[in-house]
């Protein structure tokens, strides 16, 4: 009882901020990162168009530093930091952006990190994540609570744990990547985002709201994983078993309780897609775009094609969250 007690102080203490972030946490998370991130390309595809009957603006973070929006998140919330801090390091989980993402913005910044990653990750992010510098503890995904180890570390070895969506500062960060599309193309009648524990969400609802105020806003989960979709009917954070998905991404047991808040204010709705469509779309971007986007990246399209006969004529927005798959394993989906 008392382990558990601990736990949830730490959790607190590390992770919650005494306000909600707002859209100025946004544009000065833009700050910081200009000229470190990378300002990533809006495409379009005719075809696209033509299927949807629409006008869509791909956001393509899966042409970001270490392969995802994640990048933005991570460096943020590190520069932020206390000299301190810095110093004394920081902890992370992840199953494989987020860890790349700590990782290299703590090698940029000359920060200690250690990251924990589940023994099934992809090989492909552990070694980025390795090869960044970071310290890599492997645990069980679907019988360990990674939060409470990392938390754990934090508090016996005095690092700053730095989580993959709870976090004003990381959230903040992600919210760029919609900010740039905004700025770049102007109001959108819809925008659709994937989502996982909804610090890409969160952001990019921050972002919407300020600069194109009627967007209706959409997160996209895999089917097998809808845990905010349960918690946006319900009002409440609902929590699941560790979804089976190739959404390694969004495999998310529960929403955060910081962007859940904001999804609840300024989300329009939660939509679900099946594995088998998240191939389709892997296949479209890689016939019809020439890029890899990695199943959980593929969660936004996937949706936006499903909802294509409410969107004739509009202007709508998708975000790509990232691009980092093994490419044997990208190969073997689109075989299937």
Known sequence: MAGTILLVFLFLKF????????????????????????????????????????????????????????????????????????????????????????????????????IFMPHDASPAKLAATQGYGAEVIGYDRYTEDASA??????????????????????????????????????????????????????????????????????????????????????????????PVTIADGAQTPMVGAITFEIIKALVDDIHTVTDSQLIETMRFYAERMKMVVEPTGCLSLAAAVQAAATLRGQRVGVIISGGNVDLARFAQLLAS
């Open 149 to 242: 180890k990392a938390l754990q570390l934090a508090h016996q070895k005095g690092l700053t744990f730095i989580p993959p969506f709870d976090h004003a500062d990381v959230l903040a960060g992600q919210g760029t990547a919609a900010l740039e599309l905004f700025d770049e193309v102007g109001e959108l009648d819809a925008l659709f985002v994937c989502l996982g524990g909804g610090g890409l969400l969160s952001g990019s609802a921050l972002a919407a709201k300020a600069r194109s105020p009627h967007c209706k806003i959409y997160g996209v989960e895999p089917e097998a994983g809808n845990d905010t979709q349960q918690s946006f009917r319900k009002g409440e954070r609902v929590k699941i078993a560790t």
């Open 15 to 114: 992770t919650m901020p005494s306000l909600l972030p707002s859209f100025q946490d946004v544009l000065d998370a833009a700050l910081r990162l200009e000229g470190i991130a990378h300002r990533t390309p809006v495409l379009q595809s005719a075809s696209l168009n033509a299927q949807l009957q629409a006008q869509v603006f791909i956001k393509c973070e899966n042409f970001q530093r270490m392969g995802a929006f994640k990048f933005r998140g991570g460096f943020n919330a590190l520069a932020k930091l206390s000299q301190a801090q810095r110093q004394a390091g920081v902890v992370a989980y992840s199953s494989g952006n987020h860890a790349q993402a700590v990782a290299l913005s703590a090698r940029i910044l000359g920060v200690p990190a250690t």
